[in-house]
Every structure is written in C-alpha cells, then in structure tokens.
C-alpha cells in the first residue's frame, strides 16, 4: 500500500484561489488605489508648481514696489524737506508704482504726509514695530497685513529708509490693498473650485479668490499655520474656514516668508474613486458569499500548519536549539527542517562572530559588548570592577625571527595561560596583534593586583614551541571602576594608558591607573 501523500502548499492555495474571487478583487482596488494615488501625486505636483509661481509672482510685486520705493526715496525733494513738492512727486508717482496710496513717517511713527489725504491734513501716529524696523536696522521692511489708520481697512504695506547722510530721517511706505494681490491670484486661472490664498508671515489671511471680504485679515487654519512653520512646502488634508475638505498645497517664500496655498476640493479628488469602488463592490459580494465557506476551510488547514512554526521562528530569533515536529505539509515540513538547521548554523556563527579565531578568546566586539553589560550590573549592585590591558613585550621579534607560525602558537599559549588563571566570572578577550585584555568582576583593589602579580610570573615562564624555548614577558595596565571612569570607553583609556606607562617603566611589571 502507497503511503499516503502529503498535499502540498501549493496545491491548497490552488484551490483556495480558485474558491476565492477576493484576491482578484483585492488587486483590483490596489490598483485603483494605485491609479488614485498616482493622479493625486501628478495633481500635487502641479498645484506645488503652480503655488510657487504665486509666490514667485507676489515675491516680484513686492520687490518692485520695494525698488520703486528706495528710487523715490532719493528724491532731492526730501534732501531738502520740501514736502509740499514731494507730495506733488509722490501723487504722480502712484500711477508708476502700482500702489494705493504713499506715506512718509517721521521717526516717532508720525505719518508726515499721506497721499490719500491733502497735504496738511492732520494725520495719525503709527507705532507699528514693523515700521520703526526701517529706522532701527536701516533695511527695507515688508509688514505683515493690518488695518490701515486712515481708511480703517487692510493694507500691505513695504517701507524703506529715507536717509540723509548716513541717518535714516523718515520712511516711506507704499499700501496695497488686499484686492491687488486678489488679482494676482486670479491671474493664474485656476480651475473651478480650486481657493488660492496668501498669508502673511503671521499665518493671517492677506488675499483670497473665495470670499476675500469675509476672511482677509483672519488667521489661516490652524493646521496649515503650523505647518507653514516646520516646512517650506508641503500638501496637506484640512478643512477650509468655510469648512470645506480641501487637499491644501502650499509654498512658503525664503524671501518675504509669506505663503501661497492652493486648496483642491476633497470631493474632486474621490468623486471617480468611491464611483469605481461601488461597481467593484457590487461586482465581487455574490461570489465573495459563496466562496468564503470553501476558503474558509482550505485556508484554516493551511494555517494550522503555518501558524506551528511560529513558535519555532521566534525561538530562533532569540538564538534557542530549535526542533520542529512534522506538520503535516510537505513545504511546511521543509521549512522546519530549515529552521532546525539554520538553528545549529546560528549557534556556530554565533560562536565565530564572538570569538577571536587562533585563540578562542573572546574578540573585540564580545568584549565590549560584555564590559557594558558588566558596568549596568555594577552600577545596579555598587560592585567594583577592574579593567586589565595586556600587551607582550618584545613579541614582534618572535614573528620576526621564528616566523608567523611559531607567533601564532605563542599566542594560543597565552590565551590558555590566562584563561586558567582567572574565574568562570571573568572574561578574556584577545583585541588583536599580541594584546588581550581581562575583565575581572567582582574585584577588590587587593585581590586585583594580586592578580596582576600573577599574571606577570605566568606570562613571563618560557614557551616551548617544539624544539624552541622562547622568552617573554608581559606588560599589563590596570583600571578599576568606578575610580577611573563608569563608561567602557573611559576605563579602557586609562586602562591602556596604564599599560604603556607599564612599558615605558621597564616592561614585565604592571601599572595601575591614577
């Protein structure tokens, strides 16, 4: 009689496809996800090309009026303060400068003369920070919007310094008013629906193509003045202040640090979406209904098998020996005995990645590793720790004139020396070349150098390396915790430091740090 065949995955998913219209249904609406997303990412990066020419244009505005503004500021007319004929300049001037209105200040935010009104009229003091900047720094200022003293309505308003000599006498502004960049914005002929609008830098509502007179010189929502504030440009999903959904792209300028934002309706955007998704709906329901029963089936005996090599898994991902009992599928069986396998694999390169090759000591990254845990430990318990540099005298002229060989079986001596001097508690390592270090804890300052004492008559025996007696000795630096550091990195400074000072002494001794 045959034995009986185990089915394999592949066979049950077979079925359970077959069975199943789900995953064709599920594709289909990754990729009318896909598709979704893909036309999001092409509108925002429009809307972000069209935010920035925005700026750019308002940015340009600004800066014109700026430059129109320092050109009649050298009129020889305030040279002289002849006011009434910098009025008559001043009024001419606004056809060119393409600005409401012009106002000269005094230094004590008195307005001097304003072009909206007679000259001679009695006229108000603004204390604005922003205008008193202008005398302060010398610099050109672009304050943010505000209501206007004299018209009691919005207005942009740029200042420059009026100098004479190297004192700044007045400033003169230029106001715009918010309808002037209103139309700048719809220049842009954006799409229907679609809200453009620039805040200052205080986040506050300087224009607006959708219901301008109700929201300028209102803040912005609150979660796009945050933004604003992290980011240059971004794309977003807020509500507008009329409480519309809208995916909100905007552009902050490096120049004025104002910002233009591009609101897109969210319904725009899902309209065909939720349209395709229904007809996908209704489409897969009936089939999804009798297929889930069969399915449901297959895929829980599938599953049995899978989910028993969990347990298997995770244990060996915390470097546990790992036997995995038949599951009763063919693949499933296969990747149990891939676990068990990589098991034993990971237990060997463990031992490998840890351990220095020639020696079997512990390597570099073992002991580092070890010596951190060792002070958390100490550090828990107020226990002491010594930290021990070793490094052999003179070994280089053993490689050189014996060869690498006869070094290397010099070496493996030492390590074995060692490790049979010192406890199961203790941990040596081999750092390279001919030096080895010791971490000794529990370890009390006595019983430490006692140690080190020994060491020194072990290590200083002669080698015999087959018909060869060789003689060494040995040079060790001590460092104890926590009298010479709580870090691994400052015990094993004054731990080699000690070591060459150990050296430098004479060699064959060993050295304390201090």
């Known amino acids: 009689m045959k034995p009986k065949r185990i089915p394999t995955i592949r066979s049950r998913l077979i079925l359970l496809v077959m069975a199943c219209i789900l995953p064709a249904a599920l594709l289909v609406a990754a990729l009318i996800s896909y598709g979704y997303d893909q036309g999001r990412a092409q509108l925002v990066r429009e809307s972000m090309s069209t935010a920035r020419a925005m700026m750019s244009a308002v940015d340009m505005e600004l800066a014109s009026t700026q430059s129109a503004l320092l050109a009649l500021a050298t009129s020889p007319y305030l040279a002289s303060n002849d006011l009434p004929a910098f009025y008559a300049q001043a009024t001419d001037a606004l056809k060119n400068l393409d600005v409401d209105n012009v106002v000269l200040f005094d230094q004590n935010g008195q307005q001097v ?6 000259l001679g009229s009695k006229l108000p003091t603004d204390s604005n920070t922003a205008l008193l900047q202008v005398f302060k720094t010398g610099r050109p200022v672009t304050q943010d919007i505000f209501s206007g003293a004299v018209r009691k309505n919005f207005v942009l308003v740029v200042s420059v310094p009026v100098r004479r000599g190297d004192n700044v006498i007045y400033a003169l502004a230029a106001g715009r008013w918010p309808e002037r960049l209103s139309a700048l914005l719809t220049q842009q ?50 509500v507008t202040l009329e409480g519309i959904p809208v995916l909100a792209v905007f552009s902050r300028s490096a120049i004025s640090n104002w910002t233009v934002a591009i609101g897109i309706p969210a319904a725009d955007l899902t309209a065909q979406l939720v349209q395709r998704l229904w ?47 038949s599951l009763r599928l063919k693949e499933a069986d296969e990747v149990g005995r891939a676990l068990t396998k990589a098991s034993e694999l990971l237990v060997a390169a463990q031992h490998r990645g840890n351990h220095d090759v020639l020696t079997g000591l512990a390597n570099r990254a073992l ?20 930290l021990f540099y070793i490094d052999l005298d ?14 290397d079986e010099v070496l493996r001596t030492v390590a074995a020396r060692i490790v049979a001097s010192i406890r199961k508690s203790d941990l040596a390592a081999r750092l390279g070349g001919d030096e080895f270090a010791l ?9 430490t150098q006692v140690l080190a ?8 025996a002669p080698y015999s390396i087959g018909a060869l007696t060789l003689e060494l000795s040995a040079s060790i630096g001590i460092a104890n915790y926590p009298e010479l550091g709580t870090t691994s990195e400052a015990l094993a400074h004054h731990a080699d430091r000690a070591m060459y000072q150990a050296k430098a002494a004479g060699k064959r001794r060993y050295a304390v740090a201090a």
């Open 113 to 118: 003369l304003n072009t909206l009104l007679p």
């Open 189 to 238: 002929r954006l799409a229907a629906g679609r809200i453009a609008v620039v805040y200052d830098s205080s986040g506050t509502i300087a224009a607006r193509t959708h219901q301008m007179q109700r929201f300028v010189g209102t803040k912005g929502p609150p979660d796009v003045i945050r933004r604003v504030t992290q980011v240059r440009e971004d794309a977003m999903d807020i």
């Open 279 to 325: 007809w996908l709906v209704a489409a897969t329901v009936v089939l999804l209904l009798a297929s889930l029963t069969l399915a449901w089936v297959i895929g829980g005996q599938i599953a049995t098998s899978i989910h028993q090599l969990a347990a298997p898994a995770l244990a060996l991902g915390s470097g546990a020996a790992v036997r995995v009992p």
């Open 367 to 386: 002991f580092h590793e070890f010596l951190d845990h060792q002070l958390a430990i100490c550090e828990r318990t107020n226990a002491r720790l010594a």
């Open 394 to 407: 003179e070994f280089k002229a053993v490689n050189d004139l014996h060869g690498h060989a006869i070094g």
């Open 439 to 447: 971490i000794v804890n529990p370890a009390e300052l006595d019983t």
């Open 453 to 460: 004492a020994k060491l020194l008559d072990i290590l200083s």
